[in-house]
Protein backbone atom coordinates (compact mmCIF):
# COMPACT_ATOMS: atom_id res chain seq x y z
CA UNK A 1 0.00 0.00 0.00
CA UNK A 2 1.89 3.48 -1.13
CA UNK A 3 2.39 5.59 1.75
CA UNK A 4 0.96 9.55 1.96
CA UNK A 5 3.83 10.92 0.48
CA UNK A 6 4.02 8.20 -2.59
CA UNK A 7 0.74 8.88 -3.73
CA UNK A 8 0.71 12.93 -3.51
CA UNK A 9 4.17 12.06 -5.71
CA UNK A 10 1.81 9.94 -7.94
CA UNK A 11 -0.69 12.52 -8.23
CA UNK A 12 1.97 15.29 -9.01
CA UNK A 13 3.18 13.45 -12.26
CA UNK A 14 -0.39 12.48 -13.22
CA UNK A 15 -1.14 16.17 -13.20
CA UNK A 16 2.10 17.34 -15.04
CA UNK A 17 1.53 14.77 -17.81
CA UNK A 18 -1.97 15.70 -18.69
CA UNK A 19 -0.40 19.95 -18.54
CA UNK A 20 1.91 18.60 -21.57
CA UNK A 21 -0.47 16.56 -23.37
CA UNK A 22 -2.37 19.45 -22.97
CA UNK A 23 0.28 21.90 -24.17
CA UNK A 24 2.90 19.89 -26.61
CA UNK A 25 5.83 21.79 -26.79
CA UNK A 26 6.31 20.69 -30.60
CA UNK A 27 4.34 22.80 -32.87
CA UNK A 28 2.24 20.66 -35.12
CA UNK A 29 2.14 21.59 -38.75
CA UNK A 30 -0.61 23.34 -39.75
CA UNK A 31 -3.37 21.66 -42.28
CA UNK A 32 -2.18 21.68 -45.86
CA UNK A 33 -4.49 24.17 -47.78
CA UNK A 34 -6.38 22.27 -50.60
CA UNK A 35 -5.08 21.44 -53.76
CA UNK A 36 -6.41 23.57 -56.39
CA UNK A 37 -6.18 22.25 -59.84
CA UNK A 38 -4.49 24.53 -62.71
CA UNK A 39 -6.09 25.62 -65.34
CA UNK A 40 -5.27 23.58 -68.63
CA UNK A 41 -2.79 25.14 -71.13
CA UNK A 42 -5.37 24.70 -74.06
CA UNK A 43 -8.71 24.90 -72.16
CA UNK A 44 -10.96 23.21 -75.50
CA UNK A 45 -13.29 26.19 -76.60
CA UNK A 46 -17.18 24.88 -77.50
CA UNK A 47 -17.02 21.87 -79.92
CA UNK A 48 -18.94 21.85 -83.32
CA UNK A 49 -21.83 19.06 -83.85
CA UNK A 50 -20.70 16.57 -86.24
CA UNK A 51 -21.82 17.25 -90.11
CA UNK A 52 -22.08 21.08 -89.52
CA UNK A 53 -20.01 23.76 -90.44
CA UNK A 54 -17.17 25.23 -88.35
CA UNK A 55 -17.87 26.96 -85.09
CA UNK A 56 -16.32 29.96 -84.37
CA UNK A 57 -17.22 31.61 -80.59
CA UNK A 58 -16.41 34.39 -78.61
CA UNK A 59 -13.16 34.20 -76.34
CA UNK A 60 -14.38 33.72 -72.91
CA UNK A 61 -13.22 36.21 -69.95
CA UNK A 62 -9.85 35.07 -68.62
CA UNK A 63 -8.67 33.08 -71.92
CA UNK A 64 -4.64 33.27 -71.52
CA UNK A 65 -2.75 31.45 -74.11
CA UNK A 66 0.68 30.29 -73.35
CA UNK A 67 3.79 31.72 -75.13
CA UNK A 68 5.21 29.68 -78.20
CA UNK A 69 8.75 30.12 -78.00
CA UNK A 70 9.30 33.75 -77.52
CA UNK A 71 6.02 34.72 -79.48
CA UNK A 72 3.18 35.49 -77.29
CA UNK A 73 -0.16 34.22 -78.55
CA UNK A 74 -3.20 36.36 -78.20
CA UNK A 75 -6.44 33.94 -78.65
CA UNK A 76 -9.37 35.75 -81.05
CA UNK A 77 -11.76 32.85 -81.07
CA UNK A 78 -12.83 29.83 -80.22
CA UNK A 79 -12.93 27.48 -83.04
CA UNK A 80 -14.08 23.92 -83.77
CA UNK A 81 -14.22 21.90 -87.19
CA UNK A 82 -15.62 18.77 -88.26
CA UNK A 83 -13.81 17.84 -91.58
CA UNK A 84 -12.19 15.53 -94.06
CA UNK A 85 -8.65 16.40 -94.71
CA UNK A 86 -7.96 17.50 -98.35
CA UNK A 87 -4.61 17.43 -98.19
CA UNK A 88 -1.86 18.13 -95.74
CA UNK A 89 1.84 19.95 -96.24
CA UNK A 90 4.94 20.39 -93.89
CA UNK A 91 6.85 22.98 -94.08
CA UNK A 92 10.76 23.22 -92.37
CA UNK A 93 11.86 26.53 -93.81
CA UNK A 94 10.32 29.98 -92.82
CA UNK A 95 9.45 31.87 -89.59
CA UNK A 96 6.04 30.64 -89.94
CA UNK A 97 7.32 26.93 -89.61
CA UNK A 98 9.02 27.59 -86.10
CA UNK A 99 5.13 27.58 -84.61
CA UNK A 100 3.21 25.84 -87.60
CA UNK A 101 5.06 22.73 -89.27
CA UNK A 102 2.34 21.88 -91.21
CA UNK A 103 -1.09 23.07 -93.13
CA UNK A 104 -4.63 21.19 -93.89
CA UNK A 105 -6.67 21.86 -96.15
CA UNK A 106 -9.99 20.76 -95.27
CA UNK A 107 -13.30 20.64 -96.59
CA UNK A 108 -16.88 20.32 -94.75
CA UNK A 109 -20.18 20.00 -96.39
CA UNK A 110 -20.18 18.89 -99.97
CA UNK A 111 -16.62 19.88 -99.75
CA UNK A 112 -16.33 16.62 -98.14
CA UNK A 113 -18.06 14.41 -100.38
CA UNK A 114 -15.87 11.87 -102.44
CA UNK A 115 -18.27 12.28 -105.23
CA UNK A 116 -17.65 16.03 -105.32
CA UNK A 117 -13.92 15.64 -104.63
CA UNK A 118 -13.31 13.37 -107.10
CA UNK A 119 -14.05 15.87 -109.74
CA UNK A 120 -11.40 18.52 -108.40
CA UNK A 121 -7.43 18.67 -108.28
CA UNK A 122 -6.54 19.62 -104.84
CA UNK A 123 -2.74 20.48 -103.71
CA UNK A 124 -0.78 22.95 -101.46
CA UNK A 125 2.06 24.92 -101.88
CA UNK A 126 3.97 27.83 -100.36
CA UNK A 127 1.26 28.11 -97.14
CA UNK A 128 -1.68 28.18 -100.01
CA UNK A 129 -4.40 25.53 -100.91
CA UNK A 130 -5.01 25.73 -104.69
CA UNK A 131 -8.05 23.58 -106.59
CA UNK A 132 -8.88 23.13 -110.13
CA UNK A 133 -11.55 21.15 -112.46
CA UNK A 134 -12.01 20.21 -115.75
CA UNK A 135 -15.37 21.79 -117.75
CA UNK A 136 -17.94 23.25 -115.41
CA UNK A 137 -17.12 23.11 -111.43
CA UNK A 138 -18.85 20.10 -109.57
CA UNK A 139 -20.27 22.45 -107.49
CA UNK A 140 -20.25 26.31 -107.44
CA UNK A 141 -17.12 27.85 -106.79
CA UNK A 142 -18.31 29.99 -104.07
CA UNK A 143 -19.61 26.83 -102.62
CA UNK A 144 -16.15 25.49 -102.65
CA UNK A 145 -14.29 28.36 -101.07
CA UNK A 146 -16.87 28.80 -98.09
CA UNK A 147 -17.09 25.02 -97.71
CA UNK A 148 -13.23 24.43 -97.43
CA UNK A 149 -9.92 26.10 -96.25
CA UNK A 150 -6.20 25.76 -96.03
CA UNK A 151 -5.23 26.40 -91.97
CA UNK A 152 -2.32 26.48 -90.38
CA UNK A 153 -2.13 24.04 -87.69
CA UNK A 154 -0.05 25.13 -84.43
CA UNK A 155 0.15 22.63 -81.73
CA UNK A 156 -0.42 22.85 -78.29
CA UNK A 157 2.04 19.56 -77.43
CA UNK A 158 3.91 17.03 -78.50
CA UNK A 159 0.51 14.49 -78.73
CA UNK A 160 -1.13 16.93 -81.15
CA UNK A 161 1.86 17.18 -83.35
CA UNK A 162 2.08 13.69 -83.36
CA UNK A 163 -1.40 12.95 -84.48
CA UNK A 164 -0.69 16.17 -87.11
CA UNK A 165 2.34 14.13 -88.79
CA UNK A 166 0.21 10.96 -89.32
CA UNK A 167 -2.68 12.84 -91.11
CA UNK A 168 -3.44 11.82 -94.40
CA UNK A 169 -5.84 12.82 -97.50
CA UNK A 170 -9.08 11.41 -96.95
CA UNK A 171 -9.29 11.31 -93.46
CA UNK A 172 -12.32 12.13 -91.20
CA UNK A 173 -11.38 14.40 -88.02
CA UNK A 174 -12.51 16.93 -85.53
CA UNK A 175 -10.25 19.88 -84.50
CA UNK A 176 -10.75 21.53 -81.70
CA UNK A 177 -8.39 24.86 -80.77
CA UNK A 178 -8.66 28.88 -80.96
CA UNK A 179 -7.61 31.15 -83.77
CA UNK A 180 -5.07 33.33 -83.22
CA UNK A 181 -2.65 36.03 -83.13
CA UNK A 182 0.74 35.28 -82.82
CA UNK A 183 3.90 38.46 -81.75
CA UNK A 184 7.32 37.57 -81.79
CA UNK A 185 9.13 41.24 -81.44
CA UNK A 186 7.40 42.90 -84.41
CA UNK A 187 6.81 40.12 -86.59
CA UNK A 188 3.21 38.94 -86.62
CA UNK A 189 1.16 37.08 -88.23
CA UNK A 190 -2.78 36.63 -87.96
CA UNK A 191 -5.68 34.60 -88.23
CA UNK A 192 -9.17 34.66 -90.34
CA UNK A 193 -11.56 35.15 -88.79
CA UNK A 194 -14.16 34.53 -92.16
CA UNK A 195 -14.65 31.02 -93.96
CA UNK A 196 -15.90 33.05 -97.13
CA UNK A 197 -12.56 34.90 -97.78
CA UNK A 198 -9.96 33.94 -100.28
CA UNK A 199 -6.46 35.09 -101.14
CA UNK A 200 -3.71 36.59 -98.93
CA UNK A 201 -4.70 36.32 -95.48
CA UNK A 202 -7.54 33.75 -95.77
CA UNK A 203 -6.63 30.79 -93.75
CA UNK A 204 -6.83 30.17 -90.42
CA UNK A 205 -4.28 30.16 -87.80
CA UNK A 206 -4.92 27.43 -85.15
CA UNK A 207 -3.27 26.60 -81.99
CA UNK A 208 -4.85 23.24 -81.62
CA UNK A 209 -5.49 21.74 -78.39
CA UNK A 210 -6.95 18.29 -80.13
CA UNK A 211 -6.86 16.70 -83.50
CA UNK A 212 -9.43 13.69 -82.88
CA UNK A 213 -9.29 11.45 -86.40
CA UNK A 214 -13.65 9.95 -86.32
Not at 82 to 106: K, M, N
Not at 138 to 146: K, N
Not at 203 to 212: D, G, K
Request: hydrophobic share 40%; proline share 12%.
Amino acid sequence: MPTRSGLILAIAVCLALAWWLAHPRVRLPAPAPATVAAPPACPLPPQVHPGDPPLQSPVPPGIALPDVGPANLTALAGFSVDARVLGREDYRFGREAAYSPSDLALGWGRMADPAILKHLSIHQSSRWYHYRWRGHPPIPPTEIARSSANMHIVPADERVAATLHHLHAGQHVRIDGWLVRIDDHGWHWTSSLRRDDTGSGACELVYTCAITPL
